[in-house]
């Protein structure tokens, strides 16, 4: 089933304004009590972290695929100069 893409910028709008109205709702929360703001941020963690490993592991995807190309890259340049090397 294809989405529209209306409908996909409608869904990742919505899950970028639910994300930062969670961040900004932290910080704020955190500016108003600094003397709190290990206990506030402490159980900020203990209540999202589903949020955060769900983040971290959408994030990991992309960073493997960047890690690899710089390999892949990185072992072509080795190759390419191996094939001119005369020596």
């Known amino acids: 089933m294809s989405l529209s ?3 996909r910028a409608a869904f990742w709008t919505m899950v ?11 910080a704020l929360i955190v500016m108003a009590s600094p003397q ?5 941020l402490g159980l ?3 209540l999202h972290w589903p949020f955060i490993l769900g ?4 994030a990991g995807a992309p960073l493997a695929f960047w890690m690899r190309l710089v390999r892949v ?3 072509r340049g080795r190759l390419q100069a191996a094939e001119w090397r005369t020596d």
């Open 36 to 40: 709190l703001a290990g206990a506030t």
């Open 73 to 75: 890259r990185a072992k």
């Open 16 to 26: 970028g304004i639910f994300v930062f109205f969670k961040v900004a709702t932290t």
């Open 44 to 46: 900020f963690f203990a």
């Open 55 to 58: 983040a971290l592991i959408l």
């Open 5 to 7: 893409p209306e409908v």
